[in-house]
């Protein structure tokens, strides 16, 4: 959980601490009015691009300025889904063309991907609006390739697509007559399965450790070009009013609202395709009106809390059923989790290289 939201944060272009912004409230307030149990709320990629490019389209690129913007966002996103919920809106996921939602999260797949590889090579590009100006970017820039960080980077990449594919990949017949997954654990019974499943599920903890670490042994040995998170604000969790100081500079343009309404049906169908999936798993039902609330209700949660907008996220729902989830509860101590981690951590994680962050925004994205 905790490292996902610092990389999406990153992402959408904000500093990495609102990424546990907007996880906290969320989940503590999805877990009293949402209806699938094992649900995760918070930053997902696809919420992520689409924030970070309706800022990039409004020229906010000061910190304090795409904090505000992303609030004010996560508090419309809040609005919209509350008025849809109210409206019965819910049943309408009944009729959604589940290719075209697929089409669209595949294209977005490609420009999340592309814009987090320029710190795989350790390059400082500007952030574009297209992902074929990345694309030009790199290749103009690729004599410009910071080789430690490119190794680094690519590692990390690896081992979190090796253990994605491993974890899928079906039966242990269908391993064993698999040229590279038959050299692994095959049989589900064996603790050494048991294991590598384990950091699988936890994959996201292990790449920022890995990162960690190896960054830190390239700074004994004397190479200190690896970029790292940086400065963090590690005050902690703070009341804010969304778009405080900006207000006037946001609401006179449309394009938020536009926006916050993409992100308030992609979010809300997103949420819904993860829950018909584990609720039919633990056979039982939800309300998808309820939902709709549900997810209001966190995102405007998230916006006083200086986060911004989120929704049921697939990735970190599963490894929540791995690990025994049955009721909302599990969101709560989840949340109690990003508390601890809000106070505690974020001063060792402007250690973390951003090389060790991007693979996790990518891996989610293929």
């Not at 109210?86 to 669209?104: D, E, I, P």
């Not at 980077?153 to 391993?175: N, P, T, V």
């Not at 790292?228 to 100081?245: E, H, I, K, M, T």
Request: proline share 4%.
């Amino acid at each position: 959980l905790v490292p996902q939201c610092l990389s999406f944060a990153l992402l959408a272009g904000l500093p990495v601490q609102c990424g546990l912004y907007a996880s906290f409230a969320p989940l503590l307030a999805y877990a009293m009015f949402g209806t699938i149990r094992q649900l995760q709320v918070g930053p997902t990629a696809l919420m992520c691009l689409i924030s970070g490019q309706a800022l990039d389209s409004l020229g906010v690129n000061e910190p304090d300025g795409r904090m505000a913007g992303a609030s004010l966002m996560a508090l419309l996103v809040g609005a919209i889904s509350l008025a849809l919920g109210a409206l019965r809106f819910g049943a309408v996921a009944n009729f959604m063309s589940h290719s075209v939602l697929s089409a669209f999260c595949s294209a977005a797949g490609i420009t999340i991907a592309t814009s987090q590889v320029k710190h795989l090579f350790g390059l400082t590009l500007p952030r574009t609006s297209y992902w074929w100006e990345t694309v030009l970017l790199l290749f103009e820039h690729f004599g410009e390739t910071h080789w430690p960080t490119l190794v680094l980077g690519f590692s990390i990449l690896g081992m979190l697509l090796m253990l994605k594919y491993w974890k899928s990949a079906g039966s242990a017949e269908q391993r064993r007559g698999h040229r590279l997954w038959r050299c692994f654990p095959t049989d589900r019974t064996t603790a050494s399965f048991r294991a590598l499943k384990l950091v699988g599920d936890m994959s996201s903890l292990v790449a920022v450790l890995l990162g960690g670490f190896w960054a830190a042994a390239y700074r004994l040995t004397g190479e200190d070009g690896v970029r790292l998170v940086g400065g963090v604000d590690s005050s902690g969790l703070v009341l804010v009013l969304p778009g405080g100081g900006y207000l006037s500079e946001f609401l006179g343009d449309n394009t938020l609202f536009v926006s916050s309404t993409m992100i308030a049906v992609i979010g809300f169908l997103e949420t819904v395709a993860v829950g018909s999936k584990f609720a039919a798993q633990s056979k039982y039902t939800f309300d998808p009106n309820q939902e709709l609330v549900a997810l209001g209700l966190s995102n405007v949660a998230s916006a006083v809390f200086s986060g911004f907008p989120g929704t049921g996220s697939f990735s970190r729902t599963a490894v929540n059923v791995s690990f025994g989830a049955t009721s909302s509860l599990a969101g709560a101590f989840s949340s109690l989790l990003v508390l601890v981690s809000t106070y505690l951590l974020l001063p060792a994680i402007a250690l973390l290289p951003l090389a060790s962050m991007a693979p996790i925004i990518i891996q989610g994205a293929i």
